[in-house]
């Protein structure tokens, strides 16, 4: 068993014997599962033992390019918190397998990150007698209690939920306006042609709110479609 990827064979004469040596690849770690927004504490990584390993090299990189990744943590088990996160970032992770030979190469990163914590000034406000989940929506708008708290809109009041406002400026720009832009919060509108295109696409960058009134202007270069607006945490 060697430290490489693929099966190798190689030859070994021995006293004018000829001998073929096979050689199994050590192979990578599967199944990396970095937690997506579970908690607010850390994102959890675990992935499949591979018999023989003695350790494992835990690499993050803020990008799924390997190239850019680097050491978090050598570890002997297959589950790890990783704590040194921020609010807001998306984190991509690989596993190493290391052994007697030595050790792996990079297999399949997964994403990972961490969830917004409802403040209890904020749940004090809406939920004087208890707050339910974050999952709950006790008024019914199609929110949940987390979302409700991102947007900045009333958790309890269903005509209360964020909504896209959307008005034609000067020339061919379009506006389009947030009565409450909270601070800590970036906002952002994304476009697609039609309903069927795969991706929506952010247009221009997000804006972080001001805790006031907010219009991203837009311009629409007189092609239709859809427009999303946005808002997600800011990164910390
Ligand atoms: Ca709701
Ligand atoms: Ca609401």
């Not at 490489?4 to 599967?30: C, L, P």
């Not at 069927?196 to 219009?215: C, R, S």
Request: aromatic letters at 12%.
């Amino acid at each position: 068993m060697y430290a490489g990827e693929v099966d190798r064979t190689g030859v070994m004469i021995v006293a004018g014997q000829t001998y073929t040596i096979n050689q199994s690849a050590y192979g990578r770690v599967e199944n990396v599962q970095a937690s997506d927004g579970e908690t607010s504490q850390g994102v959890s990584i675990s992935w499949n033992l591979k018999e023989d390993a003695t350790s494992y090299k835990i690499y993050r990189s803020e990008f799924d390019d390997v190239e850019t990744a680097v050491v978090l943590v050598s570890t002997a088990g297959n589950f790890y918190t990783d704590t040194t996160v921020l609010l807001g970032h998306i984190y991509y992770y690989w596993v190493r397998p290391v052994n007697a030979g030595g050790i792996c190469g990079f297999g399949l990163s997964d994403s990972g990150f961490i969830k917004i914590a409802v403040s209890q000034d904020w749940k004090d406000l809406h939920y004087p007698a208890g707050y339910p989940v974050d999952d709950s929506d006790t008024d019914g708008d199609g929110f949940t209690a987390i979302e409700e708290y991102i947007a900045g809109t009333i958790p309890t009041n269903g005509a209360s939920f964020f909504k896209i406002q959307m008005q034609k400026g000067a020339g061919d720009w379009l506006d389009f306006t947030v009565d409450m832009a909270l601070e800590q919060r970036v906002y952002a509108v994304h476009w697609k042609n039609t309903l069927e295109a795969a991706d929506w696409v952010q247009q221009g960058d997000g804006v972080v709110g001001t805790n006031g009134p907010l219009t991203i202007s837009i311009q629409s270069d007189g092609a239709s479609g859809f427009f999303m607006q946005r808002v997600y945490p800011e990164p910390q």
